[in-house]
């Protein structure tokens, strides 16, 4: 498809029992309204039959189905980067490969986009069908977010991108990627509207407690500086206990006459080479992607194509 309106990203791991749904409904929602679509699925080094069946969908929608084969796992973001990279469409409609979001609610986000004028249209809802933990978790890190990289607090993985966003973030080659701090370097304008959140049909999430906790510190080290701010307050909150401490054993030393305590002396040593540790340890994180930056590896390997 040479010239399509829409183009719409799927990013895929271990799905293959979601993708003939979520590639049906979304061709029949695009020839109910008349409009031009393609459809990107990124194969994100699934390790069951997903790319069997991307191939299959490509042979059986051709034109309209794009499958791309990375060689291995890179992570979401990096999958959808890779789509947008390929995608020819005038919008770039991202949505998840396990039927959480209805693709029926494209519709919004065309409709919000069309009403404000917005380069960008995040659907969102007022509860995610996920364990109640990780809802709380998300509202953590997502506050984190906004007030230290400059993010939006509301936020999803089915959004609406404009063009000229996209033009200008096909060249972007960090190897941390998070998508939304990238598009929110380019545009503020951008909409919200409500859509519909489900339970998980197949399958599990990529998404394991410890990934998301690592993922997090992951982009909380790339995009802000939080914790550099962390070690000035650390280290001012040290100094303060340690001369307390000190001032502690000299009031003793001569109201009292009391000895200075190896004990005391054995957990002030400790505690301040652990705060020089912990900070030394936060700085060698920053420099090492420093270090990761400057031997420019491609951020994807693209295996195979098939149109």
């Not at 020819?88 to 519709?107: R, V």
């Not at 509207?193 to 998301?212: M, N, P």
């Amino acid at each position: 498809m040479e010239h399509p309106v829409y183009s719409v990203i799927i990013p895929v791991f271990n799905s293959e029992q979601t993708l003939t749904e979520l590639c049906a409904r979304i061709i029949s929602f695009f020839e109910t309204r008349g409009e031009a679509a393609e459809i990107l699925m990124i194969n994100d080094g699934s390790a069951d039959g997903s790319w069997d069946m991307i191939s299959s969908l490509c042979r059986q929608y051709p034109q309209r189905v794009t499958g791309i084969n990375l060689s291995r796992n890179f992570g979401q973001h990096k999958a959808l980067l890779c789509g947008l990279k390929h995608c020819k469409g005038q919008y770039a409609i991202t949505i998840d490969d396990d039927l959480q979001y209805h693709p029926e609610d494209i519709a919004q986000l065309i409709a919000c986009q069309q009403a404000e004028a917005a380069d960008i249209v995040y659907g969102v809802f007022d509860k995610k069908k996920h364990h109640f933990l990780r809802n709380i978790g998300s509202h953590l890190v997502a506050g984190i977010f906004e007030k230290y990289a400059h993010m939006p607090q509301k936020g999803s993985s089915f959004k609406l991108i404009s063009r000229h966003i996209i033009d200008q973030i096909r060249s972007y080659n960090h190897p941390y990627v998070f998508l939304d701090e990238v598009i929110g370097w380019y545009s503020r304008r951008t909409a919200y509207v409500s859509v519909r959140h489900e339970d998980r049909k197949a399958g599990q999430s990529g998404y394991t407690t410890l990934r998301l906790i690592r993922y997090t510190i992951q982009i909380i080290l790339t995009y802000t500086t939080l914790p550099l701010q962390l070690i000035t307050w650390l280290g001012l909150i040290s100094f303060f206990v340690c001369l307390g401490i000190i001032m502690y054993f000299v009031y003793m030393k001569y109201t009292y006459g009391a000895e200075l305590g190896f004990t005391a002396l054995i957990v002030s040593i400790f505690m301040s080479t652990g705060v020089i540790l912990f900070c030394i340890g936060i700085i060698g994180e920053y420099l090492s992607r420093l270090f990761i930056i400057q031997t420019d590896k491609p951020i994807f390997i693209v295996k195979e194509i098939i149109r």
